[in-house]
């Protein structure tokens, strides 16, 4: 073990003591009980829709307690980072609410009182702690190459035994001191270990806010807490790994709680290690089952590779309302939250105890009925704000139209919506609304100018083509709806189309078709579609001269 002076020589001679990183992160002011609880996202990849699931676990446990709920930027892994994952960050929880109090993306950014946020910047912290520990005999320099560690794999591996870095096959644990500081007199580089008390087989249990008592294989190995020094700066400021950097931070950030998904459980044992020996209180963990797919018959977890609603990217590019999301989100969360009105569920606290011990499917059919039935609350101004918003990003076109005919929008959301029991629900993303509501601007919609044309199902062109001529020359657009639809009866009787399916059954041959294919002529004409909202709504928003114009585009 390497006495005081040399453990202390490998470090700037001005570091803090640990002391006074504890006076500068005092224990936060908080009611007894309330979560303190953070997501760490690394700028490694973009944030998928799990992150976004764990960040609004995080943020409500916290808020519901009156806690604080905080961002820290987890990038000690700089050379696997991404260009442009922060601002995805920013993008997904400006998107979805998630703005925590603390941290980046939060009113008071990286100057909150727990500052800074990101771990590259809390490199001196590491470096106290560290430091203790190795004046402690509890962590030590390890010079061991990758072909030294290949080997030692290698040999386990052949006598069938667990791999790591640990006991007899850890030469650097107990190595000679001289040796040690010749090897660091010569400037060789070398990583730090966690010296863990930790043995083969030996079995460790803690407990799991969602899963209750959990009993695992303890931490054997001496894991790497400071990375290599082959590439120190000449200010001396080495990053820490993952491991060690979440122990120091989750204490001197004072989080209470630690939400994360369930591929950390194995890592509890050695965060346990770590705690006990900085000598910090435990944080509680709560982990959550992972989101899974439906595939076939069998269930899987849902992949970043795979799958493309596992991006955050694809519900915001789709334009699914934010607050649906969340909501059925919180419903995968506690099932009983999955019936409720969106307003209701995303009031409604979530509770630990309800959370479902298996991985909820996601289940983007389910999450577009809910989506719909949303919609179909809002106001229509408030559905126009929503589209224009989304458009302004991903259609700009649709803005200009939108801009230049905002009372035909308005007018056009609010067909079949108001004063009816079951509104229109055809709009559950706001990429939909071209789809949906697009025939009702001339900029957006395309004439229908060929009477052969199959969506008017094999009727004879020049019967569709009478059928728009007779109806432009004498159309009559005042009147209530039974008025107004019986000039498309008049014209399908002239034309010796039958009344009813019952009469045209009995003698096809003597009829073109039946009243609902000649209503269908003058529909797609109409709106391009052959399912579309009442078409007498649709001609009060179109207006009687933009319906002759339609009906004879035929002629042009």
Known sequence: ??????????????????????????????????????????????????????????????????????????????????????????????????????????RTGDDGPYAPYRQ????????????????????????????????????????????????RWAPWRDADDDEVR???????????????????????????????????????????ILKTSATLDTGGLRLPTYHFAHAVDDHLM?????????????????????????????????HLAPLMKQEGSSRRKLSKRKDAEASVDFYLEAGYPAEAVLAYLRGLANARLAELPVPEALATPLRLDDFQAAGPLVDTVKLADICADFVATLPAPEVLAAVRGWAATYDPELVEVLDEHEALALAAIDVERIGVENPRKDLARWSDFRSAYGFFFPALFTDVTDPADERFNGLAPEIVHALAADLAAGYTHEGDQPTWFQQIRDLAESHGFAPNPKTYKKDPDAFPGMLRDAANVIRVLLTGAQRSPDLYEVTRVLGADEVVRRLGALGR
């Open 254 to 286: 004072r989080t209470s709680l630690v939400v994360r998904g369930d591929e950390w459980l194995s890592s509890v044992p050695t965060h346990l290690q770590l705690f006990a020996a900085l000598g910090f209180p435990q944080v509680e963990y709560a």
């Open 182 to 224: 010749r090897r660091l007199e010569a400037g060789d580089p070398y990583v730090v270990r966690f010296r863990s008390e930790g043995r083969v087989g030996e079995r460790v249990a803690f407990t799991d806010r969602l899963r209750g008592r959990v009993e695992a294989e303890d931490n054997h190995n001496d894991v790497v």
């Open 120 to 167: 590259s910047e809390r490199s001196a912290i590491y470096l106290s702690f560290v430091r203790e520990l190795m004046r402690q005999g509890r962590a030590y320099p390890d010079f061991a190459t990758k072909d030294e560690l290949a080997e030692i794999s290698e040999r386990q591996r052949t006598l069938k035994l667990p791999t790591g870095y640990y006991g």
């Open 1 to 106: 073990m390497l006495d005081r002076a040399a453990v202390d020589s490998l470090f700037p001679p001005d570091l803090p003591e640990t002391a006074e990183w504890e006076q500068r992160y005092p224990a936060r002011d908080v009611p007894s009980g309330a979560f303190v609880t953070r997501f760490g996202p690394s700028p490694t990849g973009f944030v998928h829709i799990g992150g976004i699931y764990t960040a609004m676990v995080s943020r409500d446990l916290a808020h519901a307690s009156d806690g604080v709920y905080f961002l820290r930027i987890e990038d000690t892994d700089q050379a696997r980072e991404v260009a442009g994952a922060d601002a995805q960050f920013a993008r997904a929880f400006d998107a979805f609410d998630l703005r925590p109090d603390e941290g980046p993306t939060s």
